[in-house]
């Protein structure tokens, strides 16, 4: 046992305390003539639980092992950029359409990265090797919320989902035996690669068994990372590098791969989904407009009943002459040529239009209101048109007839539920706005912050949907923006162009 007053002012060196990740003590010692022995003494103050380890070198090969390292600290900054890189943009990504599994990948490769730059001696941790197991199992973590987010195992594969959860609670225990006893279990038995090999079998069942395309990209990058967490567990100290670094990268860059893939199907199945509620709003109007020409229908079928009753009973009293025969044949032909015209009104108004044309608002206002007037009428409401200056736009003719009829039934609909007195809708066409408004009182507050939101609705039996595509029809397909507000007698929905 040594201490300071066993060695000579000679053969004590300063002591050097060692916190970066490259420290030397100079000395001249010539082998075989120098009758000085030195004593080097390791004595970890922080790092509880490392070994203690000293290279003697040359100068020379000091300088030429420390070039060496400076390439190899660049080729890992270079890394770590890819993998933070990838995980800021996953985290943007999140913000924005809220798809949990970009959030779980961007936290796993943060967690992923500071793993890997205290493994590597990038950056200098003081405590204990409980950070890097603590990182470990905190990217393990991650790594496994992730894998049920992107394959959504929960829904697809209930029993494995279950293993995966068994999983993420032995993480949790783990953490926690770490910070009691710096000990951890899954690391001393190498259960990452073990359990990855989990993830890469629900993998290859989603691909199988659904065609998961995304899947693909998936299998690959966890197998590289999985193959080289494999190597580094057990292989480490036949191996001169971190096989991690690079099974990180590849995976970091494929599994982004795999992510912009599956938001291009999210982005695919929306626009399904799209096209279903515009076709669900589409179904719903045109009931009510086939109820609307059932009802107009019914007086000129009335009529034309009564025509030929006539003709007949002229026919039998020997009155039927040729004027009389003429007048009954135009006044019936005037009555075809009404049912016509509203079957070519509803035909025109459910023609899938593509192309944007030059319109009037006031006449396809008009228009609108003709195929509405009996419904309008049955309910005994008022509409009034106050165009204040003849306005032509080119765009979605018959799409703006749409959003007109929904927001003309929501306001028929509320005014008919609160049995307003003297109910009144009054359309007011401007220069590129068209304005629709009722005195049904208004809108709730509470409803009011909702009120365009999908399946949102009041009213029992209602789908919710018809708001909701009619302000996506307006700023997503016409580039306008419909708006509403309370007044002082009512709700007020604004078109504007």
């Known amino acids: 046992e040594y201490d300071l007053n066993s060695f000579s002012s000679e053969q004590a060196l300063t002591p050097i305390s060692v916190q970066g990740m490259t420290s030397k003590a100079t000395f001249s010692y010539q082998q075989g003539r120098d009758a000085l022995v030195y004593y080097l003494r390791i004595q970890p103050l922080y790092l509880d639980g490392l070994e203690p380890f000293i290279f003697i070198h040359s100068m020379e090969q000091f300088y030429r092992d ?181 099974g990180s990268l590849i995976e970091a860059i494929l599994l982004a791969m795999a992510l912009a893939y599956k938001m291009k199907l999210l982005a695919e199945e929306q626009e399904q989904q799209k096209e279903l509620m515009i076709h669900q709003s589409k179904l719903a109007s045109m009931g009510e407009m086939i109820g609307n020409i059932a009802h107009q229908w019914r007086q000129p079928l009335t009529y034309l009943s009564y025509s030929f009753m006539n003709l007949k009973e002229a026919q039998k009293q020997g009155a039927l002459s040729p004027e009389y025969l003429n007048r009954k044949v135009d006044d019936a032909t005037k009555q075809l040529e009404f049912m016509s015209q509203t079957i070519d009104d509803f035909r025109d108004f459910y023609a899938p239009h593509k192309a944007k044309e030059t319109f009037s608002l006031v006449k396809a206002t008009e228009a609108t209101l003709e195929l509405m007037r009996n419904s309008l009428s049955q309910a005994d409401i008022e509409v009034i048109v106050e165009v204040k200056q003849e306005s032509e736009i080119e765009n979605y003719k018959n799409e703006y007839k749409q959003v007109l009829v929904n927001l003309l039934s929501n306001a028929k609909d509320a005014l008919v539920h609160r049995a307003i007195a003297s109910p009144q809708i009054i359309i007011e066409i401007d220069t590129h706005s068209v304005t629709v408004r009722d005195n049904a009182g208004g809108i709730e507050p509470t409803v009011l912050k909702r009120i365009f939101e999908p399946y949102f609705t009041t009213k029992q039996g209602n789908s919710g949907i018809g708001l909701y595509m009619s302000k996506m029809i307006v700023e997503r397909n016409m580039g306008g923006k419909l708006l509403v507000e309370n007044d002082e007698i009512g709700a007020v929905f604004r078109m504007l162009f």
Not at 85 to 109: C, P, S, T
Not at 142 to 152: E, Q
Not at 179 to 201: C, E, H, N, Q
Not at 225 to 234: D, G, K, P, Q, R
């Open 66 to 246: 420390l070039n060496v390292y400076f390439y190899y600290l660049l080729i890992c900054g270079v890394i770590f950029g890819i993998i933070v890189m990838a995980g800021l943009y996953n985290a943007f990504v999140y913000y924005f359409n809220r798809e949990r599994a970009f959030i779980y990948y961007a936290l796993m490769q943060f967690a992923m990265v500071s793993m890997l730059a205290f493994s590597t001696g990038l950056i200098s941790i003081t405590e204990s090797m409980q950070s890097y197991d603590v990182l470990s199992l905190i990217t393990a973590f991650f790594g496994t919320l992730f894998v049920r987010a992107f394959l959504d195992t929960a829904s697809h594969f209930p029993r494995w989902d279950k293993v995966l959860l068994v999983y993420m609670g032995l993480l949790v225990l783990d953490m926690g035996l770490v910070f009691s006893t710096a000990y951890s279990f899954v690391s001393d038995y190498r259960l990452y690669s073990l359990f990855g090999l989990v993830y890469l079998w629900v993998g290859y069942l989603r691909l199988k068994q659904e065609g998961y395309k995304p899947a693909r990209f998936f299998l690959i990058g966890w197998g590289v990372l999985i193959v080289s967490i494999f190597l580094a567990e057990h292989f480490e100290e036949s191996l001169t590098f971190n096989p991690i670094l690079l």
